[in-house]
């Protein structure tokens, strides 16, 4: 059955269900989530299916609730979310739910109508309030005395001969004043020059106070305007001009005490204004906080409703419209748990017929379920990305867990860069709750916060090979003292830059490996990255070939449970075989090494004579003689090895052709038995008939030369040598490809140790009171560059490339992905999907 190491297995069910219980029963089904529904109208129109009407009901149910939330949201009212998860409302409580949004919805509606009213209202008294303010000030900054037409006629005519019909006779003028948006003064001033020919007078005076935009709600700054002028075409085209440019005209009183008369009235209306105004915004309040308090849950209801009603519209209808017909895939060892689901559902209907689940035989390949947890939720996410597991195959997953955050350890190696790690996802873990209910639509957190417990993992397994390594931030700690010494006098340490220390001598060097790690003196030698670059170097090939030989031995149990002998045969032994004759012996030659090669060996033994690796191996493929190093007699590790390292490359060699060909060899004699078989089999049969009832029976045609038999053999001829060269060319360059965990492990140490020297080290210059403040300073840049730079960038590129020699090293040598996802029918993932589509 399924566990963590396989997919769950699937069933193909067919459900029946009362027509009056189906909607019950499906909702039991999502708030499961367990059953994936197949579509049974493929053909049909998503417009002519049955349940489309309750589909829209609730398409404009959701409408309202999102124009009632985009109006919670514009007056600042929080939404109560108590974590509640009410179940779906029965068919009939829908016409309830539609009657209180309707309800909601025009009230709230004709609030907005009446308060938008009452504010364009307001806006109107209050600039004629300004304008009767303004003008009154310009009019009484005119001649004393004059009558205010009489100073505007002085002021507006220039002419001599205009003057002089002035004087012969009164000259009548007409004004009007409004008000206009600030910005459009310039342009309207000039066209009031242009169009009137200069025959006019413009005043105009900005309102301190911006105004409120009725219809939009936002601020505006305006001016008032007077604008003086003879006649009445210059009146009419002076209104034109105001018009076009959205002006509003004001009826303003040419008499002081009409115009005070006026102003004292509008003062008294603003003020009922305002009290009617502030008793609609009041109403509008409560409605609002009425609805804040339920739209949770209301949106959680219409949610429901319509997924139910969708999935129903997947449903067959009988002949007698009165069962619902469904297939699904459900996981079998849940069968028991969904017919309790529909059991529930049907009592809840109070329908009498029991629903009817039948297990169905189908040779569809069913869709891959892999049960996890808040733990190993994100781990299966990264093998995912790579590729759906085919149904029942191995699943990567569980080995991932361990092996993905050590060898990302291996490259990111620092005990302190691991701690700071460590102690951001512990944070993140701790506070999983409360930050799981902020829900943010912040890409880069979200991205975090899902792969916390893959970042804890990594900072623990960092601060282990840190601690193997003896870093901290470049720096390393002497816990158990080094085993090496000096026995130089104070002038011999004064008098050289460089001193050597000898291994081979004990007064030296303890002769016994330290403890754990590596010894704290190798931060100080000068031959630090030479030592730590063939450390390094060996362990990444070691670490590599064990990880794809597991991936390979993986490949072994797909084969066993799929029964699939000829695939153990033709390819996982070869393929083994080939891995350990060739890579995995080199592997035993390094520790080989190791073990033989000692600073204490004297001839032939010592270090001088140790043969390359690298070279060894080169030679052992080209079948070529190794060759002594000067003044060493020997050439090898130990006797025999030559004979052993050409014994072990021609059968690696002979690997490759029956991996090439023995399978489809196999394959292809079994289909000419199989169809020698049909043939004896038919011709036996009709010797039989014709014997017997003496009639002619026509003989099968033979199959035509190059029919789909030859091409099937062709493709497997083809899938097969692709596979074969895929395998061995991989297996060199993915063991070269494992030296990203020296080479990115070197560049971490060697970044991390120039930003200590280059940056950290300038703090510790000063030796006064002033050096403490300056060492702060010092302290905040390298610690900014070390989380920014050494963490964050480091961390993502060692991530990047863990991922990599998982995906293409690792899954490569057992795992298919080629299956699909279970997508089962769940409320829970549904109305997540619906808030993040609400937030974005």
Request: glycine share 6%; proline share 5%; with cysteine.
């Amino acid at each position: 059955m399924g566990s963590l190491f396989r997919s769950e297995e699937m069933a193909l069910c067919q459900l029946f269900l009362q027509s009056e219980a189906a909607y019950a029963c499906v909702s039991e089904l999502g708030e499961l989530g367990l059953v994936q529904f197949r579509d049974l109208n493929p053909d049909v129109n998503a417009f002519q299916r049955k349940f489309v009407s309750e589909v829209r009901r609730c398409d404009e149910m959701e409408r309202k609730l999102r124009y009632l939330e985009k109006e919670i949201k514009k007056d600042g009212i929080p939404m109560l979310d108590t974590g509640e998860n009410p179940e779906a409302p029965q068919p009939r409580e829908m016409i309830d739910l539609e009657a209180t949004f309707e309800k909601l919805e025009n009230e709230l509606r004709e609030v907005n109508h009446n308060a938008e009213a009452l504010k364009r209202n307001f806006l109107e008294l209050t600039e004629l309030k300004h304008i009767l303010r303004k003008t009154q000030v310009f009019f009484d900054e005119q001649e004393g005395g004059l009558h205010p037409t009489e100073s505007m006629t002085r002021a507006l005519i220039s002419d001599d001969s205009i003057a002089r019909q002035v004087n012969a006779g009164p000259v009548q003028l007409g004004f009007v004043a409004g008000v206009i948006l600030r910005e459009r003064i310039p342009a309207f001033e000039r066209m009031l020059w242009r169009a009137c020919r200069g025959n006019v007078f413009l005043r105009q005076a900005e309102i301190e106070t911006p105004l409120e935009d009725p219809s939009t709600g936002d601020q505006v700054h305006k001016s008032v305007f007077i604008i003086f002028f003879q006649g009445d075409q210059l009146k009419s085209r002076v209104r034109k001009i105001c018009e076009g440019f959205r002006a509003t005209l004001y009826p303003c009183p040419e008499a002081p005490s009409q115009r005070r008369e006026m102003a004292m009235g509008v003062m008294t209306r603003i003020e009922d204004l305002n009290t009617v105004l502030g008793q609609t915004q009041d109403h509008r309040h409560r409605v609002l906080v009425a609805a804040a308090k339920n739209i949770k849950n209301w949106f959680i209801k219409v949610v429901k409703i319509k997924a139910i009603y969708h999935t129903l519209n997947l449903f067959n209808l009988d002949v007698t419209q009165k069962c619902l017909i469904a297939e699904c895939w459900v996981p079998l060892l849940d069968i028991e748990t969904i017919q309790l689901a529909l059991r529930r559902g049907t009592e809840r209907s109070g329908s009498s017929v029991p629903p009817i689940l039948n297990r169905m035989d189908t040779f569809e390949d069913p869709p891959t379920y892999n049960r996890t947890n808040k733990f190993t939720s994100a781990f299966q996410n990264l093998v995912d990305a790579y590729g759906i597991a085919s149904y029942r195959e191995i699943n990567p997953t569980p080995y991932t867990i361990i092996s993905f955050p050590f060898l990302f350890a291996v490259m990111f190696g620092d005990l302190g860069h691991g701690c700071l790690m460590f102690l951001f996802a512990g944070f993140l873990v701790l506070r999983e709750k409360p930050l799981a209910a902020k829900k943010t639509d912040n890409e880069v957190w979200n991205i975090f916060f899902a792969g916390r417990y893959i970042i804890l993992l990594m900072g623990l397994f960092s601060m282990y090979t840190g601690f193997i390594y003896n870093d901290i931030f470049s720096k390393s700690l002497n816990l158990f003292g080094s085993h090496w010494h000096t026995n130089y006098n104070e002038s011999t340490v004064m008098n050289n830059k460089d001193l050597q220390i000898n291994p081979s001598l004990s007064s030296d060097y303890d002769q016994v490996p330290y403890p754990v790690g590596l010894d704290p003196v190798w931060q100080l030698a000068l031959n630090k990255i030479v030592f730590l670059n063939a450390y390094k170097m060996k362990i990444s090939i070691i670490i590599g070939v064990l990880h794809m030989l597991s991936g390979v031995s993986l490949s072994l149990y797909n084969y066993r449970y799929f029964k699939d002998r000829l695939s153990i045969y033709c390819d996982f032994i070869p393929q083994v075989i080939f891995l350990v004759f060739l890579f995995f012996y080199m592997v035993l030659l390094m520790f080989i090494k190791w073990v033989s090669y000692g600073p204490q060996n004297e001839f032939p033994d010592s270090p001088a004579c140790a043969p390359s690796i690298l070279i060894t191996f080169i030679n052992m493929v080209l079948f070529k003689d190794a060759v002594a190093l000067e003044n060493c007699n020997t050439v090898y590790m130990f006797s025999g090895q030559g004979a052993v390292q050409k014994f072990l490359v021609i059968v690696a060699l002979l690997c490759v052709p029956i991996m090439l060909l023995a399978k489809p060899i196999y394959i292809m004699r079994q289909q000419k038995e199989k169809h020698v078989q049909l043939v004896n089999g038919h011709a036996t049969t009709e010797n039989g008939d014709a014997e017997g009832a003496g009639r002619v029976v026509q003989q099968p045609p033979p199959p035509p030369a190059g029919g789909h038999d030859e091409n099937e053999i062709g493709e497997l001829f083809i899938h097969q040598g692709i596979h074969t060269i895929e395998y061995v060319l991989g297996s060199v360059s993915h063991t070269a490809s494992y030296l990203r965990l020296w080479a990115l492990s070197l560049a971490h140490a060697q970044l991390s140790e120039v930003l200590w020297s280059m940056v950290m080290t300038k703090g510790l210059i000063l030796n006064s009171w002033i050096g403490g403040v300056w060492l702060w300073f010092v302290f905040g840049f390298w610690a900014i560059l070390t989380v920014g730079i050494l963490v964050l960038m480091e961390g993502l590129s060692a991530f990047l490339h863990t991922l990599r020699l998982h995906w293409v090293e690792f899954q490569s040598k057992f795992y298919k992905g080629l299956g699909y996802a279970f997508a089962p029918f769940s409320f829970e993932v549904i109305l997540n999907t619906a808030s993040t589509a609400v937030e974005e």
